[in-house]
């Protein structure tokens, strides 16, 4: 096991890098409480948005309310750091200081976010919060800063800020809010893709919002997966449908056939129906984003994310209730950890 020293004040701890030698950390990330606890938060929010379009009615709490304007609040950043320009090869060097900027400001806003009684975690969180927008010194993003951002809000729900009824507006209202902020800075600062794989990715900077969009369309009455074909219906149904949206975005980035810019999307426009889409992204997920060193080697660990093999749900339960301020059971059900032969249980928080 890689060793794991932490600055700690009370139960939380700064998180720090464990996945340093891919032979070694690789395995044990797969078989670790940090992976089922990521796999599991990913595997309940798709349950959260089966068949639901953004515009549907949902309830939203003042935690939703607040983590969305806490976005709006980073976005607004942007304009204080205009690009800079002089032609730049590789990324527009503004991104470093709208970076610095952030991780500056980072404290206080989850300060302004978060009730007194949990800002002792601040110092275990607010790094996957900076992360999830981009690396400064490569100026670029990819899906293992897409993934930070999730484990920060799943570390939220585990400190009691978020709760499990919160998931279907954590995806439709705070993840949505944040795949546009994100969109904006790949934009606005030309960001490089993180550890693409080229025209054999399936996407430049995004793997969520096919895997939760796929979801969102799993029983949809009309709309099959090779309707993202079409543009006008992209166009159509954008708004509604993180899928469709993600293929739109595609199109006002690149140029050329569809299929020769992005030709996995295009063979997954072939299958015929949606469930059969959300389990490939599923799959694809784990091999090609929580599977991949190159992705996960910056993923931090601490007590919200542990570095130790998989408890089972009753050593998870007594080792959160000396964290969370007011734990109580959510039913995420735990997939089994590769290699384990230890059946899914319940995830209490």
């Given amino acids: 096991m890689a060793n794991q020293e932490s600055t700690a004040t009370g139960t939380f701890v700064v998180p720090v890098k464990c996945i340093k030698d891919e032979a070694k950390d690789m395995p044990f990330f797969q078989a670790s409480e940090g992976y089922a606890r990521v796999l599991s938060y990913i595997l309940a929010l798709n349950t959260a948005v089966l068949n639901r379009k953004v515009s549907d009615p949902l309830p939203e709490s003042e935690s939703i309310k607040k983590i969305v304007a806490l976005l709006d609040t980073v976005d607004s950043w942007i304009e204080l750091v205009p690009p800079k320009s002089d032609p730049q090869r590789y990324g527009n060097l503004a991104f470093r200081d709208y970076i610095k900027l952030f991780e500056e400001r980072a404290n206080k806003v989850l300060e302004q976010l978060l009730p007194s009684t949990l800002h002792p975690a601040i110092q275990e969180i607010s790094p996957y919060l900076t992360q999830s927008m981009g690396h400064g010194t490569r100026i ?6 897409e993934l930070s951002f ?10 009691g800020f978020l709760q499990y009824q919160d998931h279907p507006a954590v995806v439709l209202r705070v993840f949505e809010r944040y ?6 800075l790949q934009r606005t600062y030309q960001l490089e893709p993180a550890g693409s ?5 399936l996407d430049d900077y995004q793997f969520l919002p096919y895997l939760w969009g796929s979801a969102q369309l799993r ?3 009309r709309l099959k997966p090779i309707a993202v074909m079409d543009a006008q219906q992209v166009e159509d149904y954008a708004p509604d449908y993180m899928y469709f949206r993600a ?5 006002q980035t690149k140029r050329g056939p569809f299929h020769e810019h992005s030709p996995v999307l295009f063979e997954i426009s072939g299958v015929p129906h949606w469930p059969k889409v959300n389990s490939g992204m599923i799959k694809m997920y784990k091999a090609e984003v929580l599977g991949k060193f190159p992705v996960v080697q910056h993923l931090l660990f601490g007590s919200l994310l542990p570095w130790r093999p998989a408890d089972s749900p009753d050593e998870f339960a007594a080792m959160l209730t000396t964290v969370a301020p007011s734990p109580t059971a959510i039913p995420i059900t735990r997939p089994p950890v590769p290699g384990s032969t230890t059946a899914p249980g319940v995830i209490p928080r």
């Fill in 140 to 145: 670029d993003y990819g899906s293992g800063h």
């Fill in 150 to 159: 999730v484990v920060w809000l799943c570390c939220l729900e585990m400190i």
């Fill in 247 to 251: 293929i739109q975005s595609i199109h």
């Fill in 197 to 201: 794989h080229g025209v054999w990715g």
């Fill in 219 to 221: 029983d949809h009455a």
């Fill in 179 to 184: 795949l546009e902020l994100v969109r904006k």
